[in-house]
């Protein structure tokens, strides 16, 4: 079994797109996932499977958003190890900025090298990106909410679907898979005695 991060864009707990977390694990529950927890109300599951590839899981749960929910929403998956791997991949690091200042923007897939060259890092300074593979590192002293590098930024010039999370959020869902896989471990420890 393989622990998971689903990240879902363009979900919202009111107004447009509308999805409880508790409708979310009631879903996710009812696709065979075990171990699903959520993390605030953005879109943010952890959840256990069975190994597959991360862009067949994504489909899955996009499928099943469409038919329990009658809407499509982005949706982006990560195991684990992936998620806890970030801080050392983040070229920005050094910045020993703000936390909250830091964000990883997650894409779809590797972008094709040529896009990824035509984008001009001074583009939105102060702010800076670096791509590494399947995620954008993003360093906004100004706040995320003031910046031009943002998740339509980054689908336009990379032909990509995004999505974004601050390194906090980052960090809380990796703490949230190991408390569910400390948990899952504690209870069949528990169901063997």
């Known amino acids: 079994m393989t622990t998971y991060v689903a990240l879902l864009r363009g979900i919202n707990v009111s107004g447009k797109n509308p999805i409880k977390m508790e409708a979310l694990r009631s879903l996710f529950t009812t696709l065979g996932y075990e171990g699903v927890a959520t993390y605030v109300q953005s879109g943010n599951i952890v959840f256990t499977g069975a190994a597959r590839s991360a862009p067949k899981i994504a489909e899955t749960i996009k499928r099943a958003i469409v038919d329990e929910f009658g809407f499509e929403v982005g949706v982006l998956v990560r195991t684990t190890d992936e998620?806890?791997?970030?801080?050392?991949?983040?070229?920005?690091?050094?910045?020993?900025?703000?936390?909250?200042?830091?964000?990883?923007?997650?894409l779809e897939r590797v972008p094709r090298a040529a896009k990824v060259k035509a984008l001009d890092p001074s583009f939105a300074a102060p702010d800076e990106f670096a791509v590494v593979g399947q995620e954008v590192f993003v360093h906004c002293p100004n706040g995320y909410g003031r910046t031009k590098i943002n998740n339509t930024f980054f689908e336009k010039k990379l032909g990509v679907a995004a999505t974004t999370r601050n390194?906090?959020?980052?960090?809380?869902?990796?703490?949230?898979?190991?408390?569910t896989k400390a948990d899952k471990r504690q209870a069949s420890s528990a169901q063997k005695r």
């Open 83 to 106: 998620l806890s791997a970030l801080a050392g991949d983040n070229p920005l690091r050094h910045r020993n900025a703000d936390p909250s200042k830091l964000h990883v923007t997650f």
């Open 167 to 179: 390194l906090r959020t980052v960090q809380a869902l990796v703490d949230l898979a190991d408390k």
